[in-house]
């Protein structure tokens, strides 16, 4: 019976030893596996990285660019407006000056006319 024992034990000591092993061996590949996932995931940072850089570099040139030829649109619109309210103050100048010319030469008629319904 000690010998079954004993044979039990040793069996389940193999075991252990066996399973230890097996262990120690998926904990290598899990870390080789984890070494290569990290390396893979920081080339993948990189190129992600320097793809956001670019397109924020040719975002930003775009972005530039659209701005100067707003820049540039209102200019000429500012331009264009200026000349119009320009124009339209001198036709005004003119109207007001008529309008005087005319109230000159009521205020002459009516001076005449009281002139000779005084005299």
Excluded: C, P, Y
Excluded at 37 to 45: A, F, N, S, T
């Amino acid at each position: 019976m000690e010998a079954v024992a004993w044979t039990a034990i040793g069996l389940l000591g193999a075991t252990l030893g066996v399973l230890t092993g097996a262990l120690l061996g998926i904990n290598g590949r899990i870390q080789a596996l984890g070494f290569d996932l990290r390396d893979r995931l920081e080339e993948q940072d990189r190129r992600l990285g320097a793809r956001i850089e670019t397109q924020g570099r040719e975002l930003g040139a775009r972005i530039e660019a659209q701005g100067q030829d707003l820049g540039v649109r209102i200019e000429a619109q500012g331009r264009e407006l200026g000349e119009k309210i320009e124009a339209q103050g001198r036709e005004l100048r003119q109207a007001i000056d008529r309008q005087i010319a005319r109230i000159d030469a009521l205020g002459s008629r009516i001076d005449s006319h009281m002139e000779r319904h005084a005299g």
